[in-house]
């Protein structure tokens, strides 16, 4: 039989969603939770999180054992779970997720917009971003520079990246030139690793630096497009499959 998942009760509301550990300690005190029917008198006592109902001022609180969520990320933030000094995409979210331990799943550059997935699940999120696995991730950028022809045939064949950051051969990757207005260019690239600033090194190699990026796909997981810079939501069960598939099939 599978371990209960027993834990602290004001652990558990802060896990529903219901504030933090200090809020949750509260509504405790002033006998607005109850366990199973019972007002609860002690946020220490254990609650089998998946099982007891568990309700705050009379309503019924739902548990997920695993959230993920998809994130259009803000320029500006860091893709770490914590910074001293600096905003980070944990921040954007309420406690409950720090809560349940979520992490991000691979990272994008403090400049870098678009999409990120943020999971409870970290074996998952390992698997995602693990460099034995080439899930593949597209993005968007806009260039100082014209591409062409030659530069599609140079990604498609692999570049050799040589900078100030070291040297690399990166994988064979898809470079589509979606625009260009004689100085600038839109492109979309496909990638399947995710080297330190893969995309703007593979770009500035030729020539054309970035000046915008943002990330559209991770395997067959799309942005929702009305999600605006630092809004986000958990995935939907269809979503949740195709990042479990992802996983699996990387
Ligand atoms: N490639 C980059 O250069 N930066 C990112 O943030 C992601 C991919």
Known sequence: MAAKNTM????????LGEGTRAQAKDYVRAGRVTVNGVPARDS?????????????NGRALEYKAVRHVMMNKPQGTLTTARDKRQKTVMDLLPPL????????????????????????????????????????KVYFARVD??????????????????????????????LEIVSTDGQTSEVRVRVSEGKYH????????????????????????KLDPALEPGQWREMTDEEAELLEQEANDA
């Open 8 to 15: 602290r009760l004001d652990k558990l509301l802060t896990m």
């Open 44 to 56: 220490g006592m254990q609650v089998d999180a998946e099982n007891a109902r568990v309700c705050l």
């Open 97 to 136: 997720y720090a809560a349940m331990d979520c992490m991000p799943a691979g990272r994008l550059d403090k400049d870098t917009e678009g999409l990120l997935i943020i999971t409870s699940d970290g074996q998952l999120a390992h698997r995602i971003i693990s460099p034995k696995k080439d899930v593949t």
């Open 145 to 174: 520079g014209v591409l062409d022809e030659s530069d599609i045939a140079a990604f498609a064949a692999g570049l050799h990246i040589k900078d100030s950051d070291g040297e690399f051969d990166a994988r064979p990757a898809g």
């Open 198 to 221: 893969q995309v703007k090194r593979m770009l500035a190699s030729r020539g054309a630096p970035v000046v915008y990026l943002k990330r559209l796909q991770i395997g067959a997981l």
